[in-house]
């Protein structure tokens, strides 16, 4: 062979060497994207699922509010009317003490 048949095919395998070098490296390349895309989707998707979790306890703690505001209003209801049924039973109480007085007077007892 001539020599710039051997020059050629000293040249070519060359280049098909940094060739196949370049596509080993683009290939490792492109697998450590997708291993990072894959980490980098599983870090979202736990993010998606504890926000999930954590509007499911905002909405059974609304829940859990609304239901001890409603216990609330029930209890100041009934405190209200307690407090009424107090005051008609003050009001009792002194209208029977005047017709004990009364009685007391009218048979002459001190």
Request: glycine share 10%; hydrophobic share 45%; proline share 1%.
């Amino acid at each position: 062979m001539g020599l710039a048949t051997d020059l050629s095919l000293d040249a070519g395998s060359r280049l098909g060497l940094v060739g196949a070098g370049l596509h080993v490296g683009i290939q490792r390349a492109m697998a450590d994207i997708r291993r990072e895309q894959r980490r980098e989707l599983t870090a979202v998707e736990d993010v998606v699922d504890r926000l999930q979790e954590a509007r499911r306890g905002q909405v059974a703690a609304m829940r859990r509010a609304a239901a001890a505001e409603a216990r609330a209003d029930r209890a100041e209801r009934e405190a209200a009317g307690a407090q009424a049924e107090i005051q008609m039973l003050r009001g009792a109480l002194l209208a029977e003490r005047r017709l004990t007085d009364a009685l007391k007077d009218v048979c002459g007892v001190p």
